[in-house]
Structures are given as C-alpha cells and as structure tokens.
C-alpha cells in the first residue's frame, strides 16, 4: 500500500518531471540564479500541487533560496501548504462566494445566520483579507460585541463564525482557524420561571373560543409553534385520542426562503422525526367542536389565519400582537409569557406530576435528555414539595 506521502511524491514527480533542473544534485525545489545592480540575487522556487511555479522569497545568499523553497516544498508535502494567493480574498468574498451558498440548513437558521452576517460580521470583518485575520481580531470583535449583545447571543454568533473559518481552513485559504480558543462572555443561567396552573387558566379566560383551544392543544401536546399552526384535522385520531406531529410551517423573510410568501410548510417537525402525542378526552371532545363549528375538511389547518375552510397559515406576529399580548395583559400576570412558554409549562407540569422522563422527552421531540432534565423542579413550590418529602423519612419511627 503506497502512503499519502510517498502517494504525493509521485503525483509530484510524474507532474513535474518535464520541469525539473536538470542537474543531478536538484530536487524539486531549486535556485534561480539572478543578476542585479548590486549584485548576484538568487530565487528559492518549488512548484505546487497543480504544477504551477512558486517563489520562495529573493534571497542575497543562495543557501537562504534553497532553505526557503525546500521549507516551501516541505510544507506542501505534509499538507501544511496553503496558495498565497487565496489568502488574499477578502472575508466578506469568501463567504458570499463560497461559504453561504454552500449552506444547507433550515430556512430558520439561515435567517438567523444572514442577520448576524449583516449586522455584525461583515461590518468588522468585511474588508480584511482572510489570511490577516489572527485570534486577537476575533477576540477583538467579541469585545466590541459584548455590549451590544447577550453573553448567549454572542456564543451563538461565534459558533457560526468559527464555522466560517473551519470551512476556510479546509478549503485551504488559511492555515489555522483563528477562532479556535476565543475567550466568550459567561453565561449566567437564570431559573425558568414556569406558568402556573392557576396563571394558565386566568389567561384562558381571555381569550376567545377559537384561540383558547389552540393555546390548550399547545399546552397539553408541549407542540411548537410552528407545528400547533401547521396541524390538521387529519392529524387527530379521535378514536386512539391522538395527535400526530409530521410538519411544521416556519415564517422567514422571502429573501431566505425565495418564495413569494413569508411562511412555508415543512413536511417534518423540528426534530427531523414524526412524533405522535396522547391528549386528553376533554381536548378530544374541544377538537372536534372545533372542526365541526368552523367546517373543517381533513386537509384544512385547523387554525389559520382566518378560521375558515381553505384558509392560509396564522401569522405569528398578528397572533401575538392582536390576540396573545392583550390577553396577558388583561389577566395581569406581573410577568411577562410567551407562548413558546406554553411549552416550558408542559414539561414542568408533567414531571412534577411524576410523568417518566423519557416519555416526556418523546412528547416533547427533545433530541438529548439533559434538555428535558432543565424543567425537573422548575415549579415554584418544587422545593417545598422535596422538604416535605425530605421530612417525611426523616421524621419515621423506627
């Protein structure tokens, strides 16, 4: 079995034979010897992996052009070589040429991603070659940034920039990620604070008929957003008191998306993977009301934008502008809830309520069970419960 070095040897040999020096003594890199004003000049040259030839440098000592160009041709044939020339290219060219159109992520992401390329990345990096950006110009951009952003939202914006460089760095535009071992903010982590039963159904008593079924199909199914809009009645077994979570509609600009609407349907959920959920009789009973009351055939959603048959999907920001905050506030909470909180309630009622871990991770399409762990004891009275349960032992005669 030939070895990758002995493997790039030969493809450099067979490549360059016809361009050696013909001296005994050379070896594929060489001298060039010149003749100057103020003397002889001597050119350290190797060629490249494409057969292309490279200066080393112009040295006044032709012992330095043969040093140079051999630790030139060294460095190609350990894979430390990168084409000067392509270190050159601006950040802002490199990733609007080659890094974001090789992009395939969702649509979500890649919003997410051209907002921070916009706003914070090619205005400091823009205009610098790629090959001139070292770890201190990173570091350098996470303290101009700190002010302006969360600790997490700063860790977030340097996983996508480290991307960048990693793409770059295979690629061979520069040598060395430059974002490697940036020292990021901390992030402090706050507990959730959990909707109560009691809170939740003060709020419902705000809301009209038809959005207060979908926010109690969002709270007993721990759905998403974007799959609680995208369900159809086709989607509930009424029979097995189920509902099956297979799409979801995502709302990102039609910049992104490159269609004539800003929300489009995705025939799979967050996690890649169809999930079917149990639901109780009662929302059983409210879904079919639902359907029935507003004439909806199996492929209608069953909440769209308007409530009819046929209708397009609910807008996120018109629900929560016109329905969800003023409902909030006339419940008068004294905090502030979202509905992506619905979900956060969901969990933390579930384990409380002694439901197994893995099975609410399943209900809830979690990819990692650390992720389900975070709404264990979340509940306001979660501590009272464990001292209660805590002096319960200790408080047994023997």
């Not at 110009?137 to 700063?154: D, F, G, I, N, Y």
């Not at 990102?252 to 995705?266: F, Q």
Request: proline share 6%; hydrophobic share 40%.
């Amino acid at each position: 079995m030939v070895s990758l070095h002995e493997g790039r040897w030969r493809l450099l040999s067979a490549s360059f034979a016809d361009n050696l020096p013909t001296s005994a003594e050379a070896m594929l890199a060489w001298v060039i010897h010149r003749s100057g004003v103020n003397g002889p000049r001597y050119v350290g040259v190797y060629r490249d992996l494409r057969g292309s030839q490279r200066s080393a440098g112009v040295f006044d000592l032709k012992r330095d052009a043969a040093r140079a160009a051999r630790e030139a041709e060294s460095q190609l044939l350990n894979g430390n070589w990168i084409d000067p020339t392509d270190g050159r290219i601006t950040f802002r060219d490199y990733v609007e040429q080659h890094w974001w159109p090789s992009r395939h992520i969702e649509a979500t992401t890649k919003a997410g991603y051209r907002c921070l390329l916009d706003k914070h990345f090619l205005p400091f990096f823009g205009d610098l070659p790629m090959r001139s950006i070292v770890p201190s110009t990173v570091q350098a951009w996470v303290t101009e940034a700190t002010p302006r952003l969360s600790p997490r939202s700063v860790r977030k914006a340097h996983v996508m920039l480290h991307s960048v460089f990693r793409r770059a760095v295979r690629d061979r535009v520069i040598l060395h990620n430059p974002a490697r071992e940036t020292e990021l903010p901390k992030v402090v982590t706050r507990p959730l604070r959990i909707l109560s039963p009691q809170e939740f159904d003060q709020l419902l008593t705000e809301l009209e008929p038809q959005h207060a079924v979908m926010v109690l199909t969002a709270i007993e199914t721990g759905c998403r957003w974007g799959e609680v809009v995208a369900l159809r009645p086709s989607d509930v077994d009424f029979f097995r008191r189920t509902v099956n979570i297979q799409r979801v509609i995502i709302e990102v600009s039609k910049k992104i998306t490159g269609a004539g609407t800003r929300a489009t349907i995705r025939n799979y959920p967050k996690d890649n993977e169809p999930r079917t959920i149990r639901i109780s009789p009662e929302l059983v009973t409210l879904l079919s009301q639902h359907i029935a009351m507003q004439g909806l055939d199996r492929d209608d959603l069953l909440f769209s934008s308007t409530g009819e048959p046929g209708a397009g999907p609910m807008s996120r920001n018109t629900f929560r502008s016109r329905v969800w905050l003023p409902a909030i506030q006339r419940a008068n909470l004294g905090f502030s809830v979202r509905f992506h909180d619905l979900r956060h309630a969901h969990a933390s009622w579930s384990l409380a309520g002694g439901a197994d871990l893995k099975a609410v991770m399943d209900r809830m399409g979690h990819a990692q069970i650390s992720t389900t762990q975070r709404y264990l004891h979340s509940l306001p009275d979660s501590d009272d419960r464990a001292l209660a349960a805590f002096s319960r032992i200790r408080n047994q005669t023997s």
